[in-house]
């Protein structure tokens, strides 16, 4: 198991001009980098992140894109995954931090959280590469060859969770756009808006 | 082709490539099959299809946020299984874009036995969405107003396909 704020820290070390659509490691990744080009879109609706990482990759071919995915969104839209695989964007880099529970519910276990191997998920759905990691280490050393080869790729990564269980309306919010100022601010950013 | 009566795919292609559509979220159904023929044989026009109708509406906001003009193509039933997805990615991200939806169980006579039909301009009030019907080709210019007004609003307008007596699809 990693711990998000240090395997996102590893991350940033290899980022280099790629858009970043933090998803589930938004708390952590807005303390690293809160720019134009990243995405912090809170959770829209759940299962969506993966088709919002897909359509921007699609539109943009010349820009990295970068997507940390959760397996609870996964479960919510495993087709999405073979949606993906057909249009195959070779900018795209799929990352899914999986803490084997709904965190903002309070911690309660994904159906068979322990058991289910998503990297073969996204192989049979036909994601040419994937890789499963659970070690920082090992995850350090494999990140750069990762990034530099074409996607789409999938990166399922064990993390542990951090759970939230005060009600919604007395969390602290902590990022600091609202998401469809972060869509204007991309799109601004992009010269296409 | 479709009888002088009918909605023609011919026309739905037209009005999307004059309105600027660079992308086509979909999932088949029933009655576009042939509207789908055309498509793919458009080489500037991008076909994105799901399996499962809220899919699409992440991947529109995706394509909207990179610089693209996306539509929508589902039926009725997608539509209203997708409520959540398309209150926040399309409504909550501000996503200018028309949904053409098959009215499955339209029958224009107000009595229907399909309640895919009864839900669906329900479903659309009470989310505060504006759609406009489009029975045959008279209508192609309902498509081009879902257009505009999908820009104004910065956020979805749907075009209800009411066409299935006619069979839009043949």
Redesign the interface.
Known sequence: MMHTADLLKVFAQHRGDAIVISGRGGRHWIEISDTTLD?P?G??????????????????PGKRVILFDSEGDILM?M??L??IA??APANFYHFILDNEVYATTGGQPVPNAKHVDYAMIARGAGYPRAFNFADLDAFSAALPGILQAPGPVFVALKVWPEVENTPIGQRVRWRKRG??KV?RD??GA?R?? | MADAGALSPETVMRQMKQNGVTDVVWLPDSETNWLFLLMRADPDLRLVGVTREGHACSIAAGLFAGGRKPMMLIQNTGMMESGDSIRGWLMGLKVPIVLMVGYRGYTRHGVNSDTAATYTERFLMAFGIPFYLVENDGDADRIAIAFKEAEALQGPVVVLVGDEYHGFNR
């Open positions: 995405i879109l959770d829209p609706a759940m299962g969506g992140h993966s088709g919002f990482g897909l359509g921007l990759a699609l539109a943009q839209s087709g999405q073979a949606t057909e249009q998401a469809d869509v991309l799109r992009l296409v808006g």
